[in-house]
């Protein structure tokens, strides 16, 4: 089946303008997450949605970062106010649940955000 | 916190011979999960093996095998027959409570003809 999509694959903008990131996890998965890969912090956790819980929002670097998930299913990460520094590759992954045998995560191909 | 290191930023084999990558963790937690995944230039995080720590055999997956030491908090990957295709980053990534992954800062891992 269809595996974890995103968009665009790649965002070019300047600074000081808002973007937004769009992740559609594999269908019936209903949980998913966001991470941030960059050169100088490696692999960072951002924000974690599981059902109709509150999302984990502990990773979020800054009040900049906000993320939403619509009807349980494509989620949206918004950075207000582009910073350099907000410049690296966002990864959604999502996982059939959390629990024991369910919690394997699987990885969309990542959007590739530079700010000029 | 927890918190995963991989020792090795690089790491090198001839085509079909065997390399072996390290990973330990840090935890206090008793009950836990250790993934190893692969990315390629792609960008895709690809799955490669997933380990639980309350099972005491060690996870294998084709040509992909781990060595699990959890006393020693180590999770190792050893690739066997190595192809090309198998040139790409690896981040070994440990899950605990939370349903977070925590990552270790990678091993580029580069196959020779």
């Known amino acids: 089946g269809a595996g974890v999509s995103q968009s665009p694959s790649n965002k070019v903008t300047e600074k000081g303008k808002d973007v937004e990131l769009r992740c559609d996890p594999i269908s019936g998965h209903t949980a998913l997450y966001w991470y941030r890969q960059s050169l100088g912090q490696g692999l960072e956790f951002l924000i974690y949605f599981q059902g109709n819980s509150a999302p984990d929002k502990s990773g979020l670097p800054s009040d900049r970062f906000s993320a939403e998930r619509t009807g349980g299913s494509v989620s949206t990460l918004t950075i207000q106010r582009t910073q350099q520094e907000d410049s690296a590759v966002y990864l959604c992954?999502?996982?059939?649940?959390?629990?024991?045998?369910?919690?394997?995560?699987?990885f969309g191909p990542g959007t590739r955000l530079t700010v000029l | 916190a927890q918190t995963v290191t991989q020792s090795q930023p690089e790491m090198s084999v001839q085509e079909a011979e065997t390399v072996t990558l390290s990973c330990t963790y840090d935890t206090s937690e008793s009950d836990y999960y250790l993934f190893w995944y692969k990315q390629p230039p792609s960008r895709q995080m690809i799955l490669v093996i997933r380990q639980e720590a309350y099972k005491q055999q060690n996870a294998t997956e084709n040509r992909f095998s781990v060595n699990f030491q959890k006393a020693a908090k180590s999770f190792s990957l050893k690739i066997s027959d190595s192809q090309l295709g198998d040139a790409a980053m690896y981040f070994c990534?440990?899950?605990?409570?939370?349903?977070?992954?925590?990552f270790g800062e990678g091993t580029q891992l580069t196959v020779n003809p």
């Open positions: 990534a440990y899950r605990g409570s939370g349903s977070r992954l925590t």
């Open positions: 992954a999502s996982s059939l649940g959390s629990g024991r045998g369910t919690d394997t995560q699987y």
